[in-house]
């Protein structure tokens, strides 16, 4: 089973400072996901990069792929409190003779952003 | 009306209950996931269904059991609950392609074992 290291697993920042997620791996996966949870609510996607070197934007968020499609940052410009929540990286299986589209997920980190 | 309802969204039960919890979508997708999540743990797969007649364990399938009902159905039993099971439950429906699989969450279902 491929494993995905996420970190930090808190952070606790002030609004409008700058922060990065980190989602690394041994090993390779087809492509990778980022998604956000808010208390009582299950995950909701963000992106999916797919190509290695992949660099994604959304808004104040920027996502990118790891060259060797093994690790993934989130990096968050200007934070603010609506930005509190967990996030969630989650790298898809490659499969073998069949892709079988699971999904293996980081620990997540918890995001803290303080008015 | 929300794509992926869950039922309970919060239960308490007991040592050697039997429980199910049940999920429903209205999205029309043809696979289903249950994940239960831990702090610090992350999401991690239980069971997954890629169609009515396709059932698959997943890391975590030990103690659980799963019926699919329907292609909008999907539930979740623990025949035996132990306090270890304590955690919260989601479901989730993806339509999968070949350069991408968007998973589609239910609000979670929220399990004390007493």
């Known amino acids: 089973t491929q494993l995905l290291e996420q970190s930090p697993q808190f952070l606790s920042i002030q609004e409008g400072e700058n922060l990065t997620v980190y989602c690394n791996s041994s090993?390779?996966?087809?492509?990778l996901q980022w998604y956000r949870q808010e208390p009582g609510e299950g995950p909701v996607l963000l992106v999916t990069v797919v190509t290695g070197g992949e660099v994604k934007k959304l808004k104040r968020l920027t996502f990118q792929f790891g060259d060797a499609r093994k690790d993934s940052s989130l990096h968050i410009t200007a934070a603010q409190p609506g930005d509190t929540g967990l996030y969630l990286c989650?790298?898809?299986?490659?499969?073998?003779?069949?892709?079988?589209?699971?999904?293996?997920f980081g620990q997540g980190t918890t995001l803290q952003v303080k008015p | 009306d929300a794509d992926v309802t869950q039922t309970p969204r919060n239960r308490i039960t007991k040592t050697g209950k039997r429980i199910m919890l049940e999920c429903s979508q209205t999205?029309?997708?043809?696979?289903m996931y249950w994940y239960r999540q831990d702090p610090g743990l992350g999401l991690r797969l239980i069971y997954y269904s890629f169609d009515v007649k396709d059932i698959n364990k997943g890391e975590i399938s030990d103690g659980y059991s799963v019926s699919r009902q329907a292609q909008a159905k999907f539930s979740l039993s623990l025949e035996s609950a132990i306090p270890n099971q304590t955690a919260l439950y989601f479901c989730a429906t993806s339509e999968w392609t070949r350069s991408t699989d968007t998973q589609y969450f239910g609000p979670g279902t929220r399990l004390t074992v007493l």
């Open positions: 999205k029309g997708h043809d696979r």
């Open positions: 989650a790298g898809r299986e490659r499969g073998g003779s069949g892709n079988t589209g699971k999904l293996i």
């Open positions: 090993s390779v996966f087809s492509s």
